[in-house]
């Protein structure tokens, strides 16, 4: 239901193997192999090692050494720190450093030529798979800082947008987060979100950016999980422009411009949330890709399919696929749809069904157990390094533990 797939592998995915770090040790016998122990307790694999003395200390070897992103690598560089002297990180996986860095990774990373799959309900319809690659090839060349190529939607379209809007808006002050209805009503206000037209990606980005900085950036397909991820780094989100087919307003196993609309924008709004996705965003920059993938599956099962309480111990929808999806909307939170406490060691463990009603969601009492949650979740990040994020030059650095 977003924009974030797990069907393609990046050329920045195939980048994240390799860490390079260069220590010192003794020149006695047995010490290399007791460095190379802790690396192996830690299950961190080698790809090279050299050596050489010293120069200006005989007593001394200088060890270079290229290790795998893998395994408990902070453990493992913690403990060679430790162990040795001179220990340097040279350097770490490429991810990208200032907002722009995105379009570095745009050409890799979209798989907006694949065939749509047979249960899509436009599989059949060779008119809307030929207008879908239209729209989104436009997406294709965008660059940051550019305008977001304008679609003129035609009539059918612009149906189709009014049967999904009307058949939610009803539905939102009962079954969505406040936030969410908070937001929604200063769009409709601003006659931004109206049934009659489709709102152009440019006038709602700018909407954003004047709330919480966050702005939309044009996608022609599914992304690669660490691709999608890096960009909520830069409080940025890849979004789709073509819209579902209009035999199913009520369903679509692909994101589309309404899922993108209705079920995120509202909440990329509110900057608490923003901030949230934006430290699941931060999390992922350099980190291995197994750590990705439980990262992915915590965006899926909270940004995505999420639910948390209000203060009346209402049970509100705040995942963006099921505020754009009138169908799961109403079943999500009846009895028969199964919840769990959320917590992220056990939603990284799940699968998703990007196509389906979910089997069950993760609730929690409050946004505020949301966000402690994930954050003493992303303590257990084993890149070697952290990142921090300046908001005023858009741009991370990174920080050696
Ligand atoms: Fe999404």
């Known amino acids: 239901m977003d924009a974030i797939g797990n069907t393609c592998r990046s050329e920045t995915e195939t980048n994240q193997k390799k860490i390079e ?13 007791k460095a190379l122990e802790i690396m192996k307790s830690h299950q961190v694999n080698l790809y090279h090692i050299n050596s050489k003395l010293n120069r200006e200390n005989s007593e001394e070897f200088d060890f270079f050494v290229i290790c795998d992103n893998s395994g408990r690598l902070k453990e493992a560089l913690g403990g060679l720190k430790q162990f040795s002297t001179n220990f340097e990180i040279i350097s770490v996986p490429w991810f990208p450093k200032h907002i722009s860095d995105l379009d570095k990774i745009v050409p890799y990373t979209f798989t907006c030529e694949k065939e749509l799959e047979a249960d899509h309900p436009g599989f059949t319809d060779a008119e809307y798979k030929k207008r879908r ?44 987060c406040k936030q969410f209805n908070c937001n929604l009503k200063l ?14 990606l440019e006038d709602v980005s700018k909407f954003l950016q004047k709330r919480t900085g966050f702005r939309l950036r044009p996608a022609p397909g599914l992304i690669s999980p660490r691709d999608f991820l890096a960009a909520l780094a830069f409080r940025t989100s890849y979004t789709t422009q073509y819209i579902r087919h209009r035999s199913k307003p009520e369903y679509t196993p692909e994101p589309d411009i309404c899922h993108e609309l209705l079920g995120h924008v509202p909440l990329f709004a509110d900057e608490e949330f923003s901030q949230f996705a934006q430290d ?18 915590c965006y899926w099962f909270t940004v995505e399919f999420g639910l948390w309480k209000e203060e009346n111990d209402e049970l509100k929808a705040y995942g963006a696929g099921l505020l754009s999806s009138a169908q799961e909307l109403r079943h999500c939170l009846t009895d028969s749809a199964e919840k769990k406490t959320f917590d992220p060691s056990e939603a990284c463990k799940e699968k998703i069904e990007p196509s389906k009603i979910q089997p069950y969601y993760f609730v929690e009492d409050s946004f505020d157990i949301v966000k402690e949650k994930m954050r003493a979740y992303a303590k257990t990040n084993p890149r070697p390094f952290d990142v921090c994020y300046d908001k005023s030059t858009q741009s991370v650095k990174v920080i050696y533990q």
Do not use: H
Not at 150 to 161: A, D, L, S
């Open 133 to 176: 690659k239209e729209v989104a090839a436009m997406s294709r060349s965008y660059k940051y800082g550019q305008y977001i190529p304008r679609v003129e939607y035609t009539e059918e379209e612009i149906n189709t947008w009014r049967n999904v809007y009307t058949g939610l808006i009803d539905l939102y002050p009962k079954n969505a």
């Open 21 to 33: 770090i260069s220590f010192s040790l003794p020149n006695k016998v047995g010490q290399l192999a």
């Open 187 to 200: 769009l409709q206000k601003q006659r931004c979100y109206t049934a009659d037209n489709i709102p152009q």
């Open 280 to 297: 699941i965003g931060l999390a992922s920059l350099g980190a291995p890709s197994e750590y990705i993938r439980k990262l992915a599956m």
